[in-house]
């Protein structure tokens, strides 16, 4: 699948935000799939103290780095202010098997105006299934 263009008239801006506290292992996976699907990838560091902030740098991912803790509604907060995106897709950051096609999947019925938000149910490493909620 590929990846949506920059934000024009007839394709809104969309972002992921990944907050991450510790997730040095995974993130860098999660941000490089996510790319693959939008140019606007930030992942927020919430007091992270290992190399999660380096991991998405090296990755391509832009970063906000939130010192102290402040827990995972803050990251997603603040992530959300960083972005202008128009649509937003949030990620845990130790997700794995994930494909830009499943990102794909979740967003296209938002984006068409047909849900107004869809939830991603990831079930091993390489299946997924969408429910959706009007």
């Not at 380096?54 to 990755?59: K, L, R, S, T």
């Not at 959300?80 to 950051?93: G, K, R």
Request: glycine letters at 8%; hydrophobic letters at 45%.
């Amino acid at each position: 699948m590929s990846q949506p263009a920059p934000s024009s008239p007839s394709q809104p801006a969309v972002a992921v935000i990944i907050p991450a506290f510790n997730e040095a292992a995974t993130v860098a996976s999660v941000a490089q799939t996510a790319l693959q699907y939008t140019p606007e990838v930030w992942v927020v560091s919430d007091g992270s103290t290992d190399l999660t902030v380096a991991a998405a740098q090296a990755a391509g991912a832009r970063v906000v780095d939130l010192q102290p803790n402040g827990g995972k509604g803050a990251a997603l907060y603040a992530g959300l202010n960083a972005s202008q995106a128009e649509w937003v897709i949030m990620l845990d950051a130790d997700l794995t098997g994930m494909t830009p096609e499943h990102l794909h999947r979740l967003a296209a019925p938002v984006i068409r105006g047909e849900l107004d938000m869809t939830i991603g149910v990831f079930e091993g490493e390489s299946s997924c299934r969408s429910g959706a909620t009007a």
